[in-house]
């Protein structure tokens, strides 16, 4: 069963990459079930994450909190703090519509542990001061939020390579919030910045164009913010790569 589980979980993995969202619930809904005896809580865990990072893409909020207390409960009894704090990560991911001051604490907790465990400039940790920095701009809190995604992205870019899928988030998450903060120079050089790269996910692309051009428009540049609104649509009609998952 542990082996067969792992190889669901696996598979589910290859479905997402793929796009193929209903086959890759299946298999992560397969390795629970394989798991369910307590035989392979790892496998399990990761599981139970994916599994609820799919829910929440398809708006099923609700599903995935479950989903992920379920998985912080298996790794709190097996004892693993570098487990916890993992799913930690995931809780902040699936509680950022739901509750956002919540998901700052579970992603600051999972920070403080991480570093302890990884050291400071970890993928992990990076992926913790991500989710930190979500929860901040949910949050209102725009100055709090590119400090923290400043340090996510500056760990991250010492650590991947270009055309690495999380790239492109963490610079538009800093966009975003530089974008908030008042610094819309600074949120247009991080737009220019991704879609100079030439990589990334088509629908996530035409995004930036659009925030590309509200801020262009933002800045008095009419004719730059007319051109990111004419790219845009001419993307729109292109198919959609998958996007891959965050585990």
Do not use: K
């Not at 991480?114 to 930190?132: N, T």
């Not at 995604?149 to 690495?164: C, K, N, Q, V, Y």
């Not at 008095?220 to 004419?230: C, T, V, Y």
Request: charged share 30%; hydrophobic share 45%; net charge negative.
């Amino acid at each position: 069963d542990t082996d067969a589980a792992r190889a669901a979980v696996y598979l589910g993995i290859i479905a997402i990459h793929r796009a193929q969202a209903d086959a890759s619930i299946a298999h992560f809904e397969r390795a629970i079930a394989l798991c369910s005896a307590g035989t392979c809580p790892t496998t399990l865990i990761t599981a139970l994450t994916n599994l609820a990072s799919l829910r929440t893409r398809a708006g099923r909020d609700d599903e995935a909190v479950e989903l992920v207390r379920r998985a912080l409960d298996v790794a709190e009894r097996r004892g693993s703090e570098h487990d916890v704090a993992s799913v930690r990560i995931d809780y902040s991911r699936v509680l950022l519509s739901l509750d956002p001051s919540e998901a700052l604490a579970q992603a600051e907790r999972a920070s403080a542990v991480v570093e302890q465990l990884d050291g400071p400039r970890s993928l992990r940790s990076a992926r913790a001061l991500f989710a930190a920095a979500q929860a901040l701009v949910r949050l209102e809190r725009p100055a709090e939020a590119v400090v923290v995604a400043e340090r996510a992205w500056s760990i991250l870019r010492d650590r991947t390579s270009p055309g690495d899928p999380e790239r492109e988030a963490y610079r538009a998450l800093l966009a975003s919030a530089q974008g908030d903060a008042g610094d819309l120079r600074g949120s247009l050089r991080g737009l220019d910045a991704i879609l100079a790269e030439e990589s990334g996910d088509l629908l996530n692309r035409i995004s930036v164009m659009i925030n590309r051009g509200v801020t262009r428009l933002a800045l008095d540049d009419a004719p730059g913010a007319i051109e990111d609104a004419r790219a845009a649509r001419e993307h729109r009609d292109l198919p959609a790569a998958g996007a891959p998952p965050h585990r």
